[in-house]
Nanobody, 125 residues
Framework: QVQLMESGGGLVHTGGSLRLSCRAS????????MGWYRQAPGSERELVAD???????NYAEPVKGRFTISRDNALNTVYLQMNSLKPEDTAVYYC???????????????????WGQGTQVTVSS
């Protein structure tokens, strides 16, 4: 019902740039927060950056000053501009969206997470 189309991953040298995109479609009424997580080999998934519908942004400390997250609400798309890439940025990057669901008028609202399939980012040294 919810589809997340990710693109933009690839292989770059140290200092290079990539731009990730993730477009949400399907049953996305109530779409709220969008963001990016990553998982490097041998490590757990970690937050990279996220952004709310209202534009509030959160960055992980290792990417501050190098990555920029943005979104186009009309296109239901979130972007991650990654500059000055380092080998330690190598990971699978996953798009994440949070949708507020309310099955009935008397049901409490519930936030549901959806995940993209992941796109590989590799930074060579």
């Amino acid at each position: 019902q919810v589809q997340l189309m990710e693109s933009g991953g690839g292989l770059v040298h140290t200092g290079g740039s990539l731009r990730l995109s993730c477009r949400a479609s399907g049953s996305i009424r109530g779409l709220n927060q969008m963001g990016w997580y990553r998982q490097a080999p041998g490590s757990e998934r970690e937050l990279v950056a996220d952004i709310t519908t209202g534009g509030s942004i959160n960055y992980a400390e290792p990417v501050k000053g190098r990555f920029t997250i943005s979104r186009d609400n009309a296109l239901n798309t979130v972007y991650l501009q990654m500059n000055s890439l380092k080998p330690e940025d190598t990971a699978v990057y996953y798009c994440n969206v949070k949708i507020i669901r309310k099955p009935s008028i008397e049901s409490p609202p519930r936030t549901v997470d959806y995940w993209g399939q992941g796109t590989q980012v590799t930074v060579s040294s």
